[in-house]
């Protein structure tokens, strides 16, 4: 079956950086067949979109509260999904999910929830002022 698990989360600092991992398993994301996106939500707050990567790693998507600080990537040959997160704020703190969802486009960059059939279970980030 297919999987999704997300780690490297942990409590820092404002101005601090991490970089969350989404390894997937029972699913390959080579040969262009998927496109991967991060998703997060916080306490009392809807989940919320802050970046996708096409099933081709050329094009990537970022919400504007993440845009210039985030940035994600993927490693085909590992499976794996990256999230590289810096200049932490608190507002960042959230739980983190990553998902995937099978697709025809190789430069698509999929935003919305729905859009994604596959989810990880999250990691938890937190961010001290």
């Known amino acids: 079956q297919v999987r999704l698990v997300e780690s490297g989360g942990g409590l820092v600092q404002a101005g601090d950086s991490l970089r969350l991992s989404c390894a997937a398993s029972?699913?390959?994301?080579?040969?262009?067949?998927?496109?991967m996106g991060w998703f997060r939500q916080a306490p009392g707050k809807e989940r919320e979109f802050v970046g996708s990567i096409s099933s081709s790693g050329g094009r990537m998507y970022y919400a504007d509260s993440v845009k210039g600080r985030f940035t994600v990537s993927r490693d085909d040959a590992k499976n794996t999904m990256y999230l590289q997160m810096n200049s932490l704020k608190p507002e960042d703190t959230a739980v983190y999910y990553c998902?995937?969802?099978?697709?025809?486009?190789?430069?698509?960059?999929?935003?919305?929830?729905?859009?994604?059939?596959?989810w990880g279970q999250g990691t938890q980030v937190t961010v001290s002022s």
């Open positions: 029972g699913l390959t994301l080579r040969n262009y067949q998927y496109t």
């Open positions: 998902a995937a969802d099978r697709t025809s486009y190789t430069e698509y960059t999929p935003r919305n929830s729905n859009e994604f059939g596959f």
